[in-house]
């Protein structure tokens, strides 16, 4: 164990537990920060959990209570005075520490040489490295991305960085909806009232005008519906003339929404969509008949019944033989299995679909498909905040249409400020932050509530915003361009904290790697963004109170080490939150 993280204190403190004749597993000592540096930098409860536990074992044996302040002071006089330059007892028995500068020193060092092995060497314990194949995006096609698309798109790259970034191995896939009944509409929709070599000329919005009109004569001919589902059945059936619009529908589809992603930087391993599972569902069906896991429902239909009488079954094959989006949900999970054999699948999907996952996993553990864990992570709603970008009925809101919105007020904001850039530095400039801005905004908000979609917040110098965190990384690299350093060169100076500022800004430095961990561990990138917005603002906090560049030599590059070590940091974190970095503001 190296002696540059938190670990280390503990293992130190576990050991002066021992030596005072108490036991504490190393997994159950709680080190939590102190809301104020007052009460030292750690805090730690220990002596109250051995005195709990010691008192029902006592009380046991007819014995005398232990009294936590005293188990406290017992390990206090065993704690290395060297390590630990203040030590205190507090209240009803917790421990204050101070830990001396050297071992922030190690820190901040491992930081700047490494962050990467830093990670490796401190994530907690127990955190085992897998394989995941995760699900996100998935937009069904033949539309345009619409803006309830971000929300998984963003979120789950963002996850899938993280993971990575923790050791996994992550494989991305994109299932896109290529198939299924609204398709059966859009082919009859085509048929009726289309024509391919008019539609091409501007695919996807023809494609939409049909849909719509669709719909639209569907609420006056009940028998549109029934064509249509007919329709789709001959698709399924390999019908030669619709097989080769639907192909062409995905060709366009594809073309249309490859710009967004490139756009947003976001990236899959794969695009295996619902149609690539078209192949794969009979054999599922077979065998789940012949395991007695599938049955014979109403009509005909073939279903797995519901545990739960409240609930109904999982239709798995419809009356008609046409098979449903569950199937080939089901046909995904064990193409995963067989392909990566992973520990986690991860679905990023509205929580509107929250009751298909449950009856999808349920079935998949019926039928023994995988040992893995499958994990549906859901989120709410997007909102506007004010009535901009508001639909209309039957209008879908879209992305690429927000991206440029995005892209226009930053523009304005970077107008507003003054920023000293060329033409082509304040269109880059504009580029990265209205895309960072939408990207962050729906980041930092707890993904299982609702998320607000607010201009003025999102796109502000201030508060929790991607501008902020920009301006904020980019004023820390500023520094090294003023002192003709680079960020690497400060890995041999040595920390020294004179100040509050500096000893906050270390500990949240240090901090970095359990946040990480916490936004694997719940799926929430969240937890990295507001961790993101706590350091930036602490840095902040130092470089406005405290002289860099102007300070004397020892505290000079002791400053400039924790800067080097924030900006590692904060890039980091960016990249995790797929967030460019502005090389100048
Ligand atoms: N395409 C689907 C929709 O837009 C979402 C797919 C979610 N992923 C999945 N494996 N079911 O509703």
Not at 20 to 39: C, I, P, S, W
Not at 304 to 317: H, T
Request: proline content about 4%; some cysteine; glycine content about 6%.
């Amino acid at each position: 164990m190296r002696n540059n993280n938190l670990s280390y204190v503990k293992e130190v403190m576990i050991k002066a537990i021992k030596e005072a004749g108490f036991q504490v597993d190393l997994a159950d000592l709680k080190l939590e920060r102190t809301k104020q540096l007052a009460h030292g930098h750690f805090a730690t409860n220990v002596a109250m959990m051995i005195a709990g536990l010691a008192s029902v074992a006592s009380a046991k044996e007819g014995k005398a209570k232990q009294n936590p302040r005293a188990v406290a002071e017992a390990i206090l006089k065993k704690l290395d005075p060297k390590l630990f330059t203040k030590m205190e007892v507090a209240g009803p028995g917790f421990i204050n520490v101070w830990i001396e500068q050297n071992f922030y020193s190690k820190v901040a060092v491992s930081i700047v040489e490494s962050i990467d092995k830093m990670v490796q060497e401190v994530l907690p314990v127990g955190f085992a490295k897998g394989t995941m194949v995760i699900d996100y995006s998935h937009p069904n096609i033949a539309k345009p991305m619409g803006v309830h698309h971000l929300l998984s798109t963003i979120l789950g790259d963002s996850i899938k960085k993280t993971y990575r970034k923790v050791g996994w191995t992550v494989v991305a896939d994109n299932f896109i909806g290529d198939m299924g009944t609204q398709f059966g509409k859009l082919i009859h929709a085509i048929k009726k009232w289309g024509n391919m070599a008019e539609i091409e000329k501007d695919p996807i919005p023809n494609l939409l005008k049909l849909y719509v009109q669709f719909h639209f004569e569907a609420d006056k001919d009940v028998e549109l519906d029934d064509e249509a589902r007919a329709e789709y059945k001959k698709f399924e059936d390999g019908d030669s003339e619709s097989r080769r619009m639907w192909e062409k529908i995905v060709e366009w589809s594809k073309l249309e929404i490859q710009p967004i992603y490139d756009r947003l930087g976001v990236e899959f391993d794969q695009m295996n969509g619902e149609s690539f599972y078209e192949d794969k569902m009979r054999p599922i069906l077979d065998e789940g008949r012949k395991s007695g896991v599938i049955v014979d429902g109403k009509d005909g239909a073939w279903i797995v019944p519901s545990d739960n009488p409240d609930e109904p079954p999982a239709v798995m094959r419809k009356a008609d033989g046409a098979t449903l989006y569950v199937t080939r949900d089901l046909a995904r999970i064990k193409y995963w299995e067989k392909m990566w054999k992973p520990d986690l699948m991860v679905n990023v999907v509205d929580v509107a679909q929250e009751f298909h996952f449950k009856k999808l996993f349920e079935v998949a553990e019926k039928m023994k498909m995988t040992k893995a864990k499958n994990v549906h992570v859901p989120f709410g709603r997007m909102q506007f905040k004010d009535g901009s970008m508001s639909t209309r009925k039957g209008n879908i809101i879209m992305l690429s249409q927000l991206l440029d919105e995005a892209e226009v007020r930053a523009r304005k904001l970077i107008e507003d400020k003054n920023v000293e850039l060329d033409e082509a530095g304040k269109a880059e400039l504009s580029r990265v932050m209205g895309i960072g801005s939408v990207k962050y905004s729906v980041l930092h908000q707890n993904r299982t509530s609702n998320i607000t979609f607010d201009w003025d917040k999102m796109l502000s110098f201030e508060g929790n915003s991607a501008p902020y965190l920009m301006y904020t990384l980019a004023r820390a690299k500023s520094i090294f361009r003023k002192a003709a350093l680079k960020p690497d060169e400060c890995a041999d100076f040595d920390l020294v904290l004179s100040d509050d500022k500096e000893t906050k800004l270390m500990l949240d430095l240090m901090a970095y790697p359990e946040s990480l961990e916490r936004a694997a561990r719940d799926f929430k990138p969240s937890h990295l963004a507001n961790y993101l917005y706590e350091l930036a603002q602490d840095f902040n906090a130092f470089y406005n109170d405290l002289p860099i560049l102007q300070a004397e030599r020892e505290l000079r590059d002791s400053r400039l080490l924790l800067t080097s070590a924030t900006v590692k940091v904060m890039e980091e974190v960016f990249g995790l939150l797929g967030l460019e970095v502005p090389e100048k503001m």
